[in-house]
C-alpha cells in the first residue's frame, strides 16, 4: 500500500479509555476506505493499521514487532531462520509480502495464513487498546491502492478486531495481571522462597518457563496456553511477590543476506518470492530476524542434499538433539533447555541425522516417531548399530502413546518414550532421568 503524500492528524487527549479509542479508530478506518492509521504515544510508540475498504487487513509495529513476527512463523510451523532475505528495500507492511508469498509458492494453506494474520492484528490492537491512555495522536494516511497483489486478504471488520482485542484486554485485567503488558519477561525474585512455596514440579515448571528471556506471549505460546490462562496461573506467585515483571528487548533489526545477483534492476513481480532452491542457512543457535526486501526465499535448515549442518546452541552443558521434521518442537526445547545451560541442536532432515549424530556425539537424543523417509523405529536402530552411539539415551517422540509402539520403542533400542505435545516439565524429567547434570543456577531479576 502506498501512502497518500499528506497526512490527516487527529489530536487524542490523554487519558482516553480502551472504548473511546475504539470508536474513534472505527469511525475513521471505514470513512477513509483504504490507506493507513498511524497512532503514537507520548513515549513515542508507534502501531500501523492498514486497512481497505474500509476494514483491517494487517497490523504491525509496537515494541516486540520481530517477537510477534516469529510468533506468526512459529503458529503456522514456520523456522524464522528459514526466511531470508535478498534486497534491502521493502514495503512497510513487509510481513503480509512474505505470507502472500509463502502461499503463492503452495508452502501454506489459505486458511491458516488468514488465522495468523488474525492473531497478528488481534494482538497489536490488543497492544494499541491497552496503551490507550497514553495514545495522543493518530495520523491517517490514504491510498488508492490495495495493501499488495496478495491473493490472500482478511477483510475483518474493524468492529470486530476491535471487540475481540477489547474483550481480551477484559479478560486480561480479571486474570490478574492488568497492570503488566504481555510483553513483559515474568522472572523469579527468589529461587529459594519460591522453592518453599512451591511442590518440586512446579518449581521446575516455573524454573524453566519463566528464564526472563521470553515474553508472557512466548511462553503462553509455548505452553498453548490463551493469556487469560496464563495469568490465571501466575497470578497466586505474583501475589505473593514471588514473580516479578520486566521489559524485555525485540530482536534486532535484521541484516540482508549476500545475494548471487544484483535484481534491483528487474521489474518481474517474481523477484518478490521466495525461491525454489535451497541455501545454506543461517545457524539456529542465532536465527535472525527477518525484515525488508523484495525479494524472500526459504533456506530450509536441512534440506534434502544440502550441506548445510544445524549448529547447537553456545552453552557449555550436555549436548541434546532433536531430531524432528517440525520445527516447533525444536524451538521448545530450546525455550525449555538453554536456559538451564543446556546444548541444544535441532535436525529436521532424518537422512541428514546419522552422520551429524557420529560427528556430534550428544549426551542425550529426542527422536520422532512420524517422519518422512525414514521413521523413528529405523533411524533408532541406525544410530544403536553405531558403537559410539550404542550408550547414547534416546526418548522417543509421539502423539500415539500405546503400548505397541512403547514395546517396539524398546525393541529397537529407545530407552524412553515421551508423548506429543512436548510439555516442558515431562522433557526435564526425563532428561533427569539419564543425563547426570545440574541444570545451571539462574541470577533472579526484578524490576527497580
Not at 552422520?355 to 529426542?366: E, Q, T, V, W, Y
Not at 553405531?386 to 517422540?397: H, Y
Request: some cysteine; proline content about 8%.
Amino acid at each position: 500500500m502506498t501512502s497518500a503524500s499528506t497526512e490527516t492528524v487527529y489530536p487524542l487527549n490523554p487519558g482516553t479509555n480502551p472504548l473511546q479509542l475504539t470508536g474513534i479508530i472505527q469511525q475513521v478506518i471505514q470513512s477513509e476506505i483504504n490507506g493507513r492509521l498511524n497512532l503514537v504515544t507520548q513515549s513515542g510508540q508507534q502501531w500501523d493499521l492498514y486497512f481497505q475498504l474500509g476494514r483491517i487487513v494487517w497490523a504491525s509495529g509496537g515494541e516486540h514487532r520481530f517477537r510477534r513476527w516469529h510468533r506468526v512463523l512459529r503458529q503456522l510451523g514456520i523456522s524464522p531462520a528459514s526466511i531470508q532475505m535478498r534486497e534491502k528495500v521493502l514495503p512497510p507492511q513487509w510481513e503480509h509480502l512474505v505470507l502472500s508469498v509463502l502461499l503463492k509458492r503452495n508452502r501454506l494453506k489459505r486458511e491458516d495464513v488468514q488465522r495468523a494474520i488474525e492473531t497478528n492484528i488481534t494482538e497489536v490492537l490488543f497492544d494499541v487498546l491497552q496503551a490507550s491512555a497514553y495514545i495522543t495522536q493518530m495520523g491517517c494516511n490514504i491510498s488508492q491502492q490495495n495493501i499488495d497483489d496478495s491473493p490472500v486478504t482478511v477483510l475483518g471488520t474493524p468492529d470486530d478486531f476491535m471487540s475481540q482485542a477489547r474483550n481480551m484486554l477484559k479478560a486480561w485485567q480479571l486474570g490478574g495481571l492488568g497492570d503488566y503488558s504481555p510483553n513483559f519477561a515474568p522472572v523469579i525474585t527468589s529461587h529459594e522462597v519460591l522453592k518453599k512455596h512451591a511442590s518440586p514440579q512446579m518449581y521446575v515448571t516455573l524454573v524453566s518457563a519463566l528464564t526472563g528471556k521470553s515474553a508472557l506471549r512466548d511462553i503462553a505460546l509455548i505452553k498453548r496456553q490463551s493469556l487469560t490462562d496464563l495469568a490465571l496461573f501466575l497470578r497466586p506467585y505474583v501475589e505473593k511477590n514471588l514473580l516479578a515483571f520486566q521489559p524485555i528487548a525485540d530482536f534486532p533489526a535484521p541484516v540482508p543476506k549476500s545475494s548471487g545477483g544484483d535484481r534491483r534492476g528487474s521489474d518481474r513481480r517474481d523477484t518478490a518470492v521466495p525461491s525454489d532452491r535451497r541455501e545454506k542457512p543461517p545457524s539456529p543457535a542465532a536465527p535472525p530476524p527477518p525484515s525488508g526486501s523484495e525479494a524472500w526465499k526459504e533456506a530450509g535448515t536441512s534440506a534434502p542434499g544440502g550441506n548445510a549442518e544445524p549448529t547447537a546452541t553456545t552453552n557449555t552443558g550436555p549436548l541434546i538433539v532433536c531430531i524432528d521434521d517440525s520445527p516447533q518442537v525444536g524451538y521448545i526445547l530450546e525455550q525449555v533447555l538453554v536456559p538451564l545451560g543446556y546444548q541444544v541442536l535441532s535436525i529436521q532432515d532424518p537422512i541428514q541425522a546419522l552422520s551429524i549424530l557420529m560427528r556430534r556425539k550428544p549426551d542425550f537424543i529426542f527422536l520422532d516417531l512420524i517422519m518422512p523417509v525414514i521413521n523413528g523405529y529405523e533411524l533408532c536402530g541406525q544410530i544403536r548399530r553405531v558403537s559410539s552411539l550404542k550408550e547414547t539415551p534416546i526418548a522417543i517422540l509421539t502423539g500415539n502413546d500405546g503400548v505397541v509402539d512403547r514395546v517396539r520403542a524398546k525393541m529397537v533400542g529407545a530407552n524412553d518414550f515421551l508423548g506429543k505435545p512436548v510439555v516442558p516439565e515431562k522433557v526435564l524429567a526425563v532428561l533427569q532421568k539419564h543425563v547426570q547434570y545440574q541444570p545451571a543456577p539462574m541470577a533472579a531479576s526484578a524490576v527497580a
